[in-house]
């Protein structure tokens, strides 16, 4: 490691913070005066790359490079504007995890189109001209095209706050993200202000995606990972604070350079890899900052929302609803029987029940105890990959890993939860995302002990259970017997403090409940019964890689969730059924099967904002005519 | 008699600014005592020293043979120290009788029980509470569809539970119509009387606090200025001043906009 070298890092650290900032400034815009954390922000940014490919590669010749290729910004400002008038507009009041849903289902769609019109082959466009070459530095030769990267930030950091500053429509913008309702009770006309941000936001987005093109091709993955990034840098420069995001993009380009300029650790007979390590250290800065700094380095301390989602008192079982859970739990058993000429069948249904299983201890942490957890799948993964070393590593038994299973998870969940439960809302959701990445990225670097990117092999049950009948009555019966669990725990003492604790916390503290000790168990349980869903899969399969931890995960979890109805007990696991089952036939019958189900929870999320089971079961209070049914 | 709560030479500072000034008083068992002063006179302050919200920079709050100030909300409710909220905390998605039987849950030390149903947790008492406050008719009724009186009502059955030595009431009947008013200070009165407990309460209505209070006392610019029953109060100078200034009184404004 040589000074020149460090020096070039930096520099490198100094031109990724500019790219990033351009998409990070206009999440954190839009986050600030609509409240929406806007998934598809990253596809606006990939569309961005396409768009510039397309347009440099046509009209380079008519109208010059760089005219071709910045159109492509208010190109895709005006789909923004579009996007919001269209579709956002009428997921404002909607409770912020719908609108977080249809923004997603807006990646799947964006992701599809963009398949569609540009095929899967990566593209690369052709270099700067006149910045094509690279300068001499110390020695070391540096792109020309970076040098314009580093100046375009502060220059954009500029603009921006000049126009926030010293304009009406910025005034506008500072005082909605203040306090967006006080800003609408003085009359600033709403609709116009949000569809202008946004507008900007996207545009900056797509700005941010076409500087890339002399840099890096276009590819279809660049919108979950670039939206992630930038997620971690809103949140850690402070959510609606462009300065801060500023920061925050210097901050973590820079302590990723420096694990690239780092190379290899060697001390006390190991040897660290940290330039591999550059995602646990950008989460790892996260983490550090939330747990300093709750609200992000220049952030505030959100005004709370004067409307509370409410949701109506939970109802015990009555004997209807206990008859028909035998009768379903029976009709199950008995699917072995039923299904002997079609084995595959069973094979689904235990990928069915696991997924149910997941879904409820993630809506166990998210409806009753009200903490938003956006990295569920780390404690699935880790009773995944904890009974697979068992197995594999010790010389465990199947039986006795299986158990341990979830120990794994809840050991992890315990660890996370101490931090996680001290914040709450969207600061709360990225930690818990950041948690599973600093467990996905371990997993996928640490090839000595986890199997790397390959994962491991030869996780098979014991032989008993070998035949995929009588694992899918073991899976069965941990997949009733967990969802009865957890439906026992929110109706003892415990499960009326987490509602409680989500309610009130300045009423509970004052009753003497210890909020976060309450919402720390609940979540160690929620991580637990994930574990053991992950333990199930694991043996399943037969083999396991760390993308059953990883983010698409996550967010699956997440949709199983929403699409059944956050509010009822019932709805996860309805609502993993059918996005299990889903996925699987659509994914097989059309090569578009993302734009599907995105189109599918669009539609969900306009029609029934209640989720499916939480619709079916207001209409029917609306039919009994029950008083104060409708859990608004 | 000894008093249920002394609190003596209670200090806050807020950057250069003396919030609450080294302020002395006392509540007797039985007794209404209400807080009364200007705007920024250190009320909510004071209060939140009591209740554990703020930490004091200085002073002493005896109730019993225990000092509240350095304990925690939760650690303050276990001395036998109840409070009502400004704007009522109740539980919204719990019934009504639900959040009573949180509370009483609570203070029989099972919030961590996983396992056992909590809905026939002492419900015969919870019913009983909420007798008290006359809201049984209305016991199973989800939280979040409640007349603001009620809810008011309800969180004093919540903050019954535990069986208080003193109620802290942070301004009970704000947002509340005048018939309103009185009908829960007459509510509190009797409570009072046969629980054996105390109130302290901040108010802003004159009217609520000549009519119910016992003996009040009256903060101005963290300071204390003045205490005795309502009628010394009405006539103090030094209370006058601090409201009106000079040349009015609380008699002349009757039926001005509060």
Redesign the interface.
């Known amino acids: 490691m040589t000074p020149s070298a460090v020096l070039v890092q930096l520099l490198n650290g100094l031109a990724s913070a500019s790219s990033l900032f351009f998409v990070a400034a206009g999440l954190s815009l839009i986050f600030g005066v609509t409240r929406i954390i806007n998934f598809a922000h990253g596809s606006f940014y990939m569309l961005g790359l396409y768009l510039a490919y397309s347009l440099v590669d046509r009209f380079s010749a008519h109208i010059g490079f760089w005219p071709a290729l910045l159109l492509a910004g208010p190109m895709l400002g005006l789909l923004g504007a579009l996007v919001e008038a269209l579709l956002l507009r009428r997921v404002y009041h909607a409770p912020e995890l719908l609108q977080l849903l249809a923004t997603f289902a807006l990646v799947l769609v964006i992701k599809d189109a963009t398949l569609w019109c540009w095929g899967a082959e990566d593209l690369l466009g052709p270099r700067a001209p006149g910045l094509g070459g690279a300068i001499d530095l110390l020695g070391r030769r540096f792109p020309a095209y970076d040098l314009l990267l580093i100046a375009l930030g502060p220059v954009l950091l500029g603009l921006l706050t000049l126009l926030l500053r010293r304009t009406r429509w910025g005034t506008l913008v500072r005082a909605a993200t203040q306090d967006r309702e006080m800003a609408g009770a003085l009359g600033v006309n709403q609709a116009w202000l949000f569809t202008s941000v946004f507008a900007l936001g996207t545009m900056l987005a797509g700005l941010g995606g076409a500087l890339q093109l002399p840099r890096e091709p276009a590819s279809l993955s660049l919108d979950l990972s670039s939206v992630g990034d930038a997620f971690v840098v809103v949140v850690v420069g402070g959510l609606g604070s462009v300065p801060g995001a500023f920061l925050a993009a210097l901050l973590i380009s820079e302590v990723k350079a420096l694990c690239v300029a780092l190379g290899t650790l060697h001390g006390f007979g190991l040897a660290l890899p940290v330039s591999k390590l550059t995602l646990v250290a950008e989460f790892l800065v996260m983490a550090v900052v939330l747990v300093a700094r709750p609200w992000g380095l220049m952030g505030k301390a959100p005004s709370s929302s004067r409307h509370?989602a409410?949701?109506?008192?939970?109802q015990?079982s009555g004997p209807g609803l206990r008859a028909s859970a035998v009768v379903v739990f029976l009709l199950l058993a008995s699917l072995p029987w039923l299904s002997a000429g079609a084995p595959y069948v069973t094979v689904l249904a235990v990928d069915l029940l696991v997924a149910a299983l997941f879904a409820a201890s993630l809506h166990f942490i998210m409806g009753p105890a009200g903490l938003h957890s956006f990295g569920h799948a780390a404690y699935f993964g880790l009773g995944a990959y904890g009974a697979a070393l068992l197995v594999l590593k010790a010389g465990w038994p199947m039986e006795a890993a299986l158990v341990a299973a979830p120990l794994a998870a809840a050991l992890g969940a315990m660890l996370l939860g101490w931090f996680a439960v001290r914040l709450s809302g969207v600061y709360l959701a990225m930690l818990t995302l950041a948690f599973a990445q600093i467990v996905w990225g371990i997993t996928f670097q640490w090839d000595g002990f986890t199997g790397g990117s390959n994962g491991l092999t030869g996780v098979w049950p014991a032989a008993w259970l070998a035949d995929k009948q009588v694992y899918f009555l073991l899976t069965l019966s941990a997949a009733a017997g967990g969802a009865w669990g957890l439906r026992?725990?929110l109706?003892?003492?415990?499960?009326?403090?987490m509602?409680?604790g989500?309610?009130?916390a300045?009423?509970c503290?004052?009753?003497?409940?210890?909020v976060l000790r309450?919402q720390w168990?609940a979540f160690v349980?929620a991580g637990g019964v994930a574990g053991i869903a992950g333990g199930l899969f694991a043996f399943s399969k037969g083999s396991i890689s760390p993308d059953v931890m990883g983010v698409g995960r996550s967010v699956d979890a997440l949709v199983m969730v929403l699409l059944g109805g956050v509010q009822t007990l019932s709805g996860p696991l309805v609502g993993a059924v059918v996005f299990t089952w889903l996925q699987d036939t659509v994914a097989r019958s059309t090569d578009y099967w993302r734009a599907l189900l995105g189109g599918v929870i669009l539609l969900l999320v306009l029609a029934f904002p209640m989720g499916m089971v939480g619709f079916l079961r207001d209409a029917v209070w609306q039919l009994r005519g029950r008083?104060?049914g409708g859990?608004r | 008699m000894t008093a249920l709560l002394q609190v003596r030479g209670l200090q806050r500072r807020f950057g250069g600014n003396l919030a609450v000034d080294g302020i002395d008083f006392h509540i007797d068992q039985g007794e209404l005592l209400a807080m009364i002063g200007p705007n920024g006179a250190g009320k909510s302050t004071t209060f939140n020293l009591l209740?554990g919200q703020l930490r004091a920079d200085g002073g002493t709050a005896w109730l019993g043979g225990r000092d509240l100030i350095g304990l925690?909300?939760?650690e303050i409710?276990?001395q036998g120290v109840?409070?009502t909220?400004q704007i009522a905390?109740?539980?919204?998605?719990?019934?009504v009788v639900?959040n009573v039987?949180?509370?009483l849950?609570?203070?029989a030390g099972?919030?961590?029980?996983?396992?056992?149903?909590?809905?026939d947790?002492q419900r015969e008492q919870a019913l009983g509470l909420l007798r008290d406050v006359g809201m049984q008719g209305q016991a199973e009724?989800?939280?979040?569809?409640l007349a603001y009186g009620d809810v008011k009502r309800l969180?004093l059955a919540?903050?019954l539970?535990?069986r208080p030595r003193l109620l802290l009431m942070d301004e009970p009947t704000a947002g509340m119509a005048s018939a309103e008013r009185h009908e829960l200070m007459v509510l509190t009165r009797r409570l009072v009387a046969e629980r054996g407990m105390a109130v302290l309460f901040t108010e802003h209505s004159m009217d609520v606090v000549f009519a119910h209070a016992d003996r009040v006392i009256v903060l101005a610019r963290g300071r204390l200025i003045a205490t005795g029953r309502p009628a010394e109060i009405r006539e103090h100078p030094a209370v006058q001043e601090a409201y009106f200034g000079t040349g009015l009184s609380f008699e002349k404004r009757r039926g001005a906009p509060q």
């Open positions: 509370r409410l949701e109506a008192p939970l015990p026992r725990v109706f003892s003492p415990f499960g009326y403090a509602r409680a989500r309610d009130s300045l009423r503290e004052a009753i003497g409940i210890n309450v168990l349980i008083p104060g859990a | 209740n925690r909300p939760r409710w276990k109840g409070r909220f905390e109740t539980f919204a998605s719990l019934s639900e039987q949180m509370a849950l609570s203070a099972r919030v961590f029980d996983l396992w056992r149903a909590a809905r947790f009724r989800p939280c979040s569809v969180e919540i903050a539970a535990n």
